[in-house]
């Protein structure tokens, strides 16, 4: 082991030490509070959050659509269906997993799943075309204003046979099939228009093919390009499919085009696409997720096997762990993972989520993975993975939780629009597009605490400024919560067992 792997190690253990155990269901509960906080269009009666209010009533209407509800994905107003998309099956395989631990909160995870799967039928609602996006972004971002006040352009973004955007439209049809076998025992008749809707979503984006990026690329770029290609995302709805389905052809769709992956790289709109790596996973890439999702149906998990997505499930694991030779992320002093890009904490719950539920399926094929020499067993996964969460819930060296109202010390001026202007009770009277400007420039503290909300996160140091304009470590965002919540859930009930 090398000395800088070690000494991670050891600090991690330190930060571990250093502070009394964690509430993961008090956690859990406001993870998942915070979706509420995230709606658009009309609230429902047992609304919690009650500081929010209606907003985007009328989405869709100028061109004869109901494109209402729905989440912001952040800190601004626009509704990006693709990162939302991910958002909605990351909350369904949180609920597949560890459903069984959220006892109370379980209905509210539901909820906060059919908000999202509710407007993703309208969005596919029109054979031939899926709505990608609600909202002209720029003028939306040039804006601190309340969505309940929006009066920036709420443009719809579609893609179409002519205009394909594979990705998105895949994206939904993962959200969609993994979301009815969510349902399947509680509604079935909803379940089963949720996967009916998922097969022919996935038909349109199969036989469809295309980027959003080059059709859409000038009001979806820079917020959410497609960097890593569509092809995961085909792969990606195809594993869901079958996994709600055990149709054969799902399978063989997966198997025939995982070899696609990663094949060759182009440019489109600006964005640069590789076609992914198999240790990404997240709102954009889809590759280690598909590994870890397809190993559950392979009866014998067997690192010799001639299948791929063991070897490369392994390979994901070695390049996260702090002792692996093979280690590709790096590690802060106190222990957070860090990997390229913004919003780090997105990469610590994605990755982490995926280690805890392949450690659950080594446990099942009695199975330990090799690194290099080194030898790891499916606890030290778990183990890794209870680090970040209990860093982002106060185990780090500025003892501050990064999930907003959690602990003592959490972030306070966080880049969020609702959360950071007073809310309609406290000024009925409407804050404009530039009004907002004095608030977003204050020093005080948010006056709506949007709770449950994690932040982007600390620097590679430990360090965090709490500044409203440093989005990228104060805004929070779906896809950061969404897999903490079956984190969340699962540590709740194996607590003991650390």
């Known amino acids: 082991m090398k000395t800088t792997s070690l000494l991670v190690v050891v600090g991690m253990m330190a930060m571990a030490a250093a502070v009394a155990s964690h509430d993961y269901g008090d956690a859990l509960a406001k993870s998942i509070l915070f979706f509420e906080g995230q709606r658009s269009g009309k609230l429902p009666p047992n609304q919690r959050m009650t500081w929010r209010k209606d907003s985007a009533l009328e989405d869709g209407f100028q061109i004869g659509v109901d494109l209402t509800g729905g989440y912001y994905d952040a800190g601004d107003n626009v509704k990006f269906n693709f990162p939302m998309a991910f958002s909605t099956t990351m909350l369904a395989w949180s609920l597949l997993e560890f459903g069984k631990s959220m006892e109370s909160d379980l209905q509210h995870a539901l909820d906060a799943i059919r908000w999202a799967t509710d407007y993703f039928l309208k969005a596919t609602s029109i054979p031939g075309i899926v709505y990608a996006q609600v909202g002209e972004p720029y003028g939306d971002h040039d804006c601190w204003e309340r969505p309940e006040d929006m009066d920036t352009a709420r443009t719809p973004y579609a893609v179409s046979k002519q205009f394909p955007g594979s990705e998105v439209s895949a994206e939904i049809a993962a959200a969609l099939a993994a979301s009815s076998i969510v349902f399947r025992s509680t509604d079935s008749t909803y379940a089963v228009k949720l996967l009916n809707r998922a097969k022919t979503v996935f038909v349109f984006a199969d036989r469809y093919r295309g980027s959003y990026n080059d059709y859409l690329g000038k009001w979806v770029c820079p917020f959410y390009c497609d960097f890593s290609g569509y092809e995961d995302e085909l792969v990606w709805g195809a594993a869901w499919l079958y996994r709600a389905t055990k149709a054969p052809n799902y399978w063989n769709y997966v198997v025939e085009n995982i070899y696609n992956l990663g094949s060759g790289r182009k440019i489109t709109n600006g964005a640069s696409s590789s076609g992914g790596s198999v240790t990404e996973f997240g709102w954009d890439n889809k590759h280690a997720g598909i590994n870890v999702l397809v190993s559950r149906f392979i009866n014998t998990i067997n690192s010799n096997s001639s299948n791929p997505f063991i070897p490369k499930a392994d390979t994901f694991v070695c390049s996260l762990l ?70 982002i819930l106060g185990s780090n060296p500025l003892n501050m939780s990064y999930m907003v109202g959690y602990g003592k010390n959490f972030p306070q001026k966080i880049h969020h629009r609702s959360s950071s202007l007073p809310s309609v009770a406290q000024h009925p009277g409407k804050i404009g597009c530039q009004d907002g400007t004095a608030y977003y420039n204050s020093k005080n503290s948010n006056p709506n605490e949007l709770t449950g909300a994690v932040v982007g996160g600390p620097d590679a140091n430990d360090s965090y400024a709490d500044s409203r304009s440093d989005f990228v470590h104060s805004e929070p965002t779906t896809y950061i919560n969404a897999p903490l919540v079956g984190l969340l859930a699962y540590f709740k009930s194996n607590s003991r067992s650390f």
Do not use: M, W
């Open 322 to 391: 702090p002792e692996s030779p093979t280690k590709s992320v790096s590690y802060s002093p106190g222990g957070l993972l860090f990997k390229p890009g913004g919003s780090n904490l997105q990469h610590a719950t994605t990755l982490s989520f995926l280690l805890v539920v392949y450690s659950r399926y080594l446990k099942q094929a009695n199975r330990d993975i090799h690194c290099g020499n080194v030898v790891v067993n499916r606890a030290r996964l778990v183990q890794v993975a209870k680090g970040q969460v209990d860093y």
